[in-house]
Each structure stands twice: as C-alpha cells, then as structure tokens.
C-alpha cells in the first residue's frame, strides 16, 4: 500500500523536494530562540554585552521574517502538491470506475462512489502532504535537539527521552481505538451519501405521495446514525488528545522537578536549568505533531484504504484473443445461456435462441421474465459462465468489448439524458456525427418538429436526467441518438412504452424503414400487441425461459402464452381467424382461454 501511495509523488518530486527542505528550515529556525535564549542567560546578560544583545535580537527578527517567507512558500505549495496528487488519484479512480462492469454498479450506491471521490481523497491528498514533513521533520527535530539539549546536561536529557517510549506506547494504544471508530464513522458518511443521493433523486416521487414526513423520518434515522458514529469517534480522540497531553505535560512536570534536584545539589547551574526548562519545547514541539499527526494519519490512510477497494475491483477486459470487429451481420444466436446476477437464483434457464440478420423481433412476456436480462447479455454487458453467446458466429467472449458495443445501439427501458443540450444528448451516440446528420435522426425519430417549436430548438438544456422533458420526448432522444449512431444491431427496450398510440406507431415506422433500409437487426421487447404482430418473428420470454419462437401468427394461437404476456384479446381473435382462414392450426384448447370465445366460434363456422 505505501509503495502504491508513494508512486503518486513521484510527478511532483522537485516542488516536493523544495517544500521539505523549506519544512527543514523552518523547524531548524525554530530551535534558534531557546539557543539564543541559552546564550543571552549564560553569555551575553551576566557579560553585559550590550551590543550582542542587540544583534541576537535582530539575528532572530531576521530569521522569523525568513521563516514567514517559507512558511507561506510550505503552505501554499505543499497544499498544491497535495491537491495535484488528489487530482491524479480522483482521475485514476474515475477511469477505473468507467471500466468497471455494470454488476459493480448494480451493487455500489452513487453516494458511497461519490465520497470516496470526494471527501476520501481530500483526507488522503492532506496525509500527502503533510504526513512526510511530519514525519521527517519530527524526526530531525527530536535528533537534534536531543544533541541540543545534552550539551546542557545529559542526565537530564536522558531522563525525558527515556520517558519518550512511554508516551509512544500510550499514544498507539489510544490510536487502535482511534482507528475503529474512525472506519465506522467513514462508512457512516458514505451510507449517509447513499442515503441522500437516493431522497434527493427521488423527492419528486416523495411530492407526490406527500411521504415528506417518512422522508424526514428516513434522513433523521441516517442523521442520528452518523451523530452516533461521529460520537465514538470524537470519544476516541478526546481521550487520545487529553491522555497524550497529559503525558506531554508530564514531562515539564519530570525536568520541573529533576532540575530543581539537581540545582539543589548544585549538579546544574541555574542559566542552564533555566535553559533546559525554555528547551523542552524543543523536543516536546515535535513529539507533539507526531501525536497530533496519528490522526490525520490514520483518515489520510482510511481515506486510501477505500480509493484501494474501487481501484482494486476488478475491471472488465477482455479475452487475450478477442479481435475487434468492424461491422457486424447481425445474426445472434444464444445457446444453452444459463445465467443469474448472483449466485443464488438463475434470471434466465438454458435460453436457446437464432436470431438471424436483418429481421425484426419482438421479445413479448410479463415483466421480470427476463428480457432485458438477454438483451444486457449481447453486448456483454454481463459475464455468462454457462453456455454461449454468438455474434455472426463468433463466440461474444472473441469479440472486443468497444467494437461489440460500438455495433449495437440499445434503447434502455429507462432513458438516461445527460444534462445537456438536446442535440449533445443525441451525438451521444456518433459524436462526430454532423448537424444534419442530428436533424436527419431527429426526424426519423419524430422529435425534430417538437424541438423546433423550443425557443433554444437543439441547444435546449433538457436538466438533471431530463426532467424538463416528457418521458416520450426522452424516449425519442434516445432513439434519435441511435439512429445517429445507426449500428448494425438496434434493441429497443420498451421504447414506446411512454408514447400515445400515434407516438407508437411513429416509431414502429422508424424501426421498420431502419430495417428495410440498413437491414439493421432489431429487438424491439414490448407489451403492444399491434407492434409484436409487425415484426418478423416474436419470442416469448417467461420465467427465463424462452416460451415460443416464430412467426406472429404462430405464437399468437397460443392464447395462454399470450394472455400471460398482457397482449389484448381482440387483436388475437383477429389473428387466429385468419390463421384459421389460411388453414394455419390452431391449437385444440385456444379457444378456450379467450374472453369472447363464443363470439368467434360463431365467426369461425
Ligand atoms: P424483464 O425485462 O423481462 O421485465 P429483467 O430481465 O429486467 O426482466 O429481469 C429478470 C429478473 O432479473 C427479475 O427477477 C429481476 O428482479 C432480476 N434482475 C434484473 N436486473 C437485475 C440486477 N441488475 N441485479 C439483480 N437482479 C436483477
Ligand atoms: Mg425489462
């Protein structure tokens, strides 16, 4: 972990350099005044050098006027440094967290990521910086002034630094404890973060269920959790702060009291117990920060410790032998997919599938049966481990990831718009793509007119998520974007679920002509019977299983299957009649799990 900390100084060694030997400076100007204190008691006042006098005093003046100089240099920079090395570890984090697979995010709240961008780094970027001039300042400080302090009287020096190991002791005592209840309040932040991020995102929805009390009651619950985590670790540190002074002060107390002996034994002349005494803070001053610092050590370290864990997880990569590919066929085939997002259950169960090149599908079945899952799964979104997916007969794990993706455009079932403009939203998708280009896929997705009519037309800032828009407005920037892309694979997922049926039927014109025109392959998953009927072949996906596979007329005899899938009746009757017209067979017992049947065995004879 060091080594790994370590490296993150390496770009800015030279002004780290600067700032340590300014740091070193600092500290050696500040053992002058009790020298100078020394040689005026000893020296200079019994001596009656009156001109000396004058010049240790303008001597030490000079000095503190060179040590605000550095200090200011110290400061400024030395933060500088810090906050540069924070840049650089929150931009490592960032490109690492884009790299991560989506199983990472489906488990990771956006508060807890955004802590530990944040606040986590900041704590890490102070131990940066001040941690290495503590540490190696204190250290040459209590050298020196040990040395310092001996040519005053060595037994008494030996007496506090043999003390010094207890106060060592102690301290790391107190840190241990220190340590824990800072972890715990950390966490505490971040869940509180998760907390916060999930109300505020959602304080539209707690409007209008007037839930503000039980929000309330939600955030005061985290509140109070973070008090009491807080609290301990305020407890640790008040004992730690109050016990290590107090053995500091037991010091003053030992040469207090050792002195006076030894003056009374006249073993130590009085200038230089008087000067001992001015001297302790000499060694005191930097066992202090030393104690002092375990504090911010130990945030600085908690701090790294959780930037670790993200950098740690393990990114999405792919096979040594996966090629990139340029263009794709089009033609999916699932086989024998088994696949669950955690151990314990399986979403979907031995899926078969043939999707073949430049056909339209629709993927009908009741919510939760699994086809967003299969449509997450071409562009491999998610690692199976049982059975395998094929992409114009390469196995997905041969194909790299950024080509994979970059051939397939999918419409998610919830539409994510970045808050920016509106034509930003669509060159989302091909961001070279022209200004015609965007007005051609606005069009063909039936949202340019709309757009017009907006006083900034294609630089309308759409707002956190979109908000300013209806959700068929979003559905249709998002389908205008992968238009603009127009990749050789499109999955429409529930993307005219917000739309009126005119809307509707706007877009299913769209899907077709990219069909006929591109002989782009599309997945369209929907709930309307009308658009299922107008695909090539439709699927029925339910309890991961894949129910039926074929044409429209087909599936739609099986009324049961239908019926499960919320498509509505008088459409199918419709159907089976003229699948029975054709001399299609329907299924003995379809009729009857119809509403209506009676009317259409009357209409079959
Ligand atoms: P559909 O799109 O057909 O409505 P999904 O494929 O979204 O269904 O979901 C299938 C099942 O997988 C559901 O039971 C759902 O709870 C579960 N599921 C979906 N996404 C996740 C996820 N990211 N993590 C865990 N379980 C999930
Ligand atoms: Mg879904």
Request: charged letters at 25%; glycine letters at 6%.
């Amino acid at each position: 972990m060091l080594k790994r900390f370590i490296a993150y100084y390496k770009p800015h060694k030279k002004m780290f350099a600067l700032d340590m030997l300014a740091s070193l400076f600092i500290s050696l100007i500040g053992m002058v005044y009790p020298i100078v204190t020394n040689q005026m008691l000893n020296d200079l006042i019994p001596n009656r050098l009156y001109k000396q006098i004058v010049i240790a005093g303008a001597v030490v003046l000079v000095l503190y006027i060179l040590r605000m100089l550095l200090r200011y240099f110290v400061q400024y920079y030395g933060h500088l440094v810090g906050v540069k090395m924070q840049k650089q570890m929150r931009s490592d984090l960032f490109a690492h967290l884009e790299k991560l697979p989506y199983s990472f995010f489906d488990n990771h709240e956006t508060g807890s990521i955004m802590t530990r961008l944040t606040s986590d780094l900041f704590e890490v970027s102070e131990l940066a910086h001040h941690g290495p001039e503590n540490i190696i300042l204190s250290v040459i400080s209590i050298v020196l002034s040990f040395s310092y302090l001996a040519t005053i009287n060595i037994w008494l020096t030996i007496i506090i630094f043999v003390c010094a190991p207890i106060l060592c002791f102690v301290a790391s005592l107190m840190r241990k404890k220190m340590r824990a209840a800072f972890k715990e309040s950390r966490a505490a932040v971040a869940e509180i973060n998760d907390a916060l991020e999930s109300s505020i995102s959602g304080i539209r929805v707690t409007k209008a269920f007037t839930n503000s009390d039980k929000e309330e009651e939600k955030f005061e619950v985290g509140n109070t959790m973070f008090v009491n985590a807080r609290n301990k670790a305020y407890k640790a540190m008040g004992i730690f702060h109050s016990t290590t002074t107090f053995v500091t002060d037991i010091f003053n107390v030992i040469v207090l009291l050792a002195g006076g002996i030894f003056l009374y034994n006249e073993q130590i002349v009085f200038a230089d117990y008087s000067a001992f005494i001015v001297s302790t803070n000499l060694f005191l001053g930097p066992v202090t920060t030393l104690i002092n610092f375990m504090e911010q050590y130990q945030n600085g370290v908690t701090g790294f410790e959780r930037f670790l864990e993200i950098i740690d997880a393990v990114p999405e990569k792919d096979d040594e032998d996966a090629e990139d590919v340029d263009k794709l066929e089009g033609h999916i085939e699932f086989k024998n997919v088994t696949y669950g997002y955690d151990d314990e259950s399986d979403v979907l169960d031995n899926v078969s599938l043939n999707i073949e090149k430049g056909k339209t599908y629709a993927l009908v079945g009741p919510s939760g049966g699994g086809k967003t899952t299969i449509c997450h799964l071409i562009p491999h979104f998610y690692n199976i481990e049982q059975g395998e997916i094929f992409l114009d007969g390469k196995e997905i794990h041969k194909i790299t990831m950024e080509s994979l993706r970059r051939n397939i455009g999918i419409v998610q079932q919830d539409v994510y718009l970045f808050n920016s403009s509106i034509k930003e939203n669509i060159l989302y998708g091909r961001l070279d793509a022209t200004d015609e280009e965007v007005y051609e896929a606005a069009k063909r997705a039936n949202i340019h007119d709309y757009v017009m009519t907006l006083e900034n037309g294609y630089d309308t800032v759409v707002g956190e998520r979109g908000v300013k828009l209806s959700g068929g407005q979003k559905q249709r920037i998002a389908i205008a974007g992968i238009i603009a892309l127009r990749p050789d694979v499109i999955i429409f997922d529930e993307s005219t679920a917000m739309l009126d049926p005119k809307g509707r039927a706007d877009v299913l014109d769209t899907i077709e002509k990219l069909n006929r025109e591109y002989g782009t392959t599309i997945l369209h998953i929907t709930h309307y019977m009308e658009e299922a009927i107008r695909a090539d072949r439709v699927i029925v996906i339910d309890g991961g299983k894949i129910k039926l596979d074929g044409t429209p007329r087909e599936v739609f005899t099986h009324v049961e299957t239908v019926k499960a899938a919320g498509l509505d009746v008088p459409q199918i009757t419709e159907l089976m009649l003229e699948a029975r017209r054709d001399g299609i067979d329907l299924p003995a017992d379809a009729l009857d799990y119809m509403e209506g049947a009676d009317a259409v065995e009357k209409l079959l004879k």
